[in-house]
């Protein structure tokens, strides 16, 4: 680094100049931004509204976060819906209102970018008998105000990128709880199915072993439905299990403790809608409205900028101007002179060259990210929408064809029994299987809510989880 300061002075400085460096300095002051209390956020919330029928509320302190808790209790009161789980998240969740403070962090950095760097001072007296002289200095970070309005463009990049990224944890968020929401439905409708199976078996086994006591069932027999009991029993155990789990991750989601914990879910999950979306502009819409890729695309402006900054900069880092006024005393007289100083590094030994590669690098960077985003989402549409079908058309098909068939059945053996045509075993089997696509069907309905909130997901915010793929996968090969 190398620095050359050269400072010129006369006796006194022109006073049209000195007026006009004045006005200069007084309209940047007037043209600083400030901090205001929204943050943006009003911004975010708009966009979130695009997409979502919800109002994200941003709790800037305690007494806001007190202010919604009768309308909490009021939502709880009534049986709870997946629409009013979300709702009581985005205005409870702690974790959420935490990361809406990126906001206020983007905003701070916009208003400091367009904000002038503090002036430098400094003060020298040296004196020698009856002799003194004493320097004043003021110097301006001039490069900083010439390269202001890019620094204020790339925060102003920025600070979009923050509201989006904000929009995006929202929207993030409640599609998380509403798959929460569903999870813990299903879950608990299945622990309600397998403690009938566990009745069943439970009847059966007693019936069994009575039969078995009396010498009219062999002992292995007997032992076969004691055994499907245990086994129903330990099924049963792990679903409470499970719908307890579940329950209490929504119960986290939503911010909620002590007696609110207490809300009563559906006993049933929504059922499938009567008509099944078509999408046939599913890849224009996803690059259209994913908010990943404005993201991107706001990432890449910023770029931009900040390598224009970079390629302004390259050979001046630093450039001050100022005013310097010496005063000196000498044997025979008093000696005021007044003047300006340049301070200016002189790139003798850094031409800039790595710091405009770097920066150039880092803008390809981002192009292929953004290309390799685009390429992705397109995929990832088309596989949440071929998911959001195959599990629509599943759970039509065990709800249309097989759970009918299975109480036909059952029906058809209940008549038999009681013609006495058939034991009591084969009934009671019967029933069984009855219940167990009943389950089966809650479960494929449970995929479908979960992949219609992935599509969702996929096509206006971020990349999704491929759960539900993976479920319908599992399913399939368990089958």
Request: hydrophobic fraction near 45%; include cysteine.
């Amino acid at each position: 680094m190398h620095i050359i300061s050269s400072t010129v002075m006369k006796n006194g400085l022109n006073k049209r100049s000195r007026r006009i460096i004045n006005i200069a300095f007084l309209l940047l002051l007037s043209g600083c931004a400030t901090v205001s209390q929204d943050a943006g956020f009003s911004d975010t919330v708009s966009i979130v509204h695009k997409r979502i029928e919800q109002q994200p509320i941003w709790h800037r302190s305690k007494l806001d976060l007190a202010k919604n808790q009768s309308l909490i209790q009021s939502l709880l009161s009534q049986s709870l819906s997946a629409d009013n789980a979300v709702r009581i998240a985005l205005m409870n969740n702690a974790g959420l209102q935490l990361s809406l403070n990126e906001l206020g962090i983007a905003q701070a950095d916009l208003v400091q970018a367009g904000r002038i760097h503090n002036p430098s001072l400094s003060y020298l007296r040296v004196s020698q008998d009856e002799q003194y002289e004493i320097e004043r200095r003021i110097l301006f970070d001039v490069m900083g105000v010439l390269t202001m309005p890019l620094r204020v463009a790339i925060e102003k990049r920025r600070f979009e990128q923050a509201k989006i990224h904000a929009a995006i944890e929202i929207l993030q968020f409640a599609a998380e709880t509403k798959k929460a929401f569903y999870r813990a439905v299903a879950a608990q409708q299945i622990a309600d199915y397998r403690e009938q199976i566990k009745d069943a078996a439970e009847a059966s086994a007693l019936l069994a072993l009575r039969m078995a006591q009396v010498g009219n069932l062999n002992k292995q027999e007997q032992a076969r439905e004691q055994a499907f009991y245990a086994e129903a029993m330990g099924r049963f155990a792990q679903a409470n299990l499970l719908a307890m789990s579940e329950r209490e991750h929504l119960i986290q989601l939503m911010g909620l403790w002590g007696e609110q914990t207490q809300f009563q879910l559906p006993k049933r999950l929504p059922e499938l809608p009567l008509v099944v979306q078509d999408i046939p502009e599913i890849e224009q819409q996803t690059l259209l409205n994913r908010l990943d890729i404005q993201v991107l695309k706001y990432k890449i402006e910023g770029t931009a900028k900040a390598l224009g900054l970079t390629k302004a900069t390259r050979f001046i880092d630093v450039l001050e101007l100022g005013y310097a006024r010496d005063s000196s005393k000498s044997e025979d007289e008093r000696l005021h002179l007044d003047g300006y100083e340049i301070s200016l590094q002189v790139p003798l030994f850094d031409w800039g060259g790595a710091k405009v590669a770097r920066a150039e690098a880092i803008y390809m960077q981002s192009v292929w990210q953004l290309h390799e985003l685009a390429v992705n989402a397109r995929s990832e549409a088309r596989q949440a929408y071929y998911a959001y079908r195959a599990t629509y058309d599943l759970s039509k098909h065990y709800r249309d064809e097989v759970v009918p068939l299975r109480k036909n059945i059952f029906d058809e053996s209940l008549l038999r029994y009681n013609g006495m045509l058939i034991g009591t075993f084969e009934l009671l089997a019967d029933a069984r299987e009855q219940i167990t696509s009943v389950n089966n069907y809650i479960e494929f309905l449970l995929n479908f809510w979960l992949a219609d909130t992935e599509l969702q997901t996929a096509i206006m915010v971020r990349s999704p989880n491929n759960n539900t793929l993976a479920a319908i996968t599992d399913n399939a090969s368990n089958e």
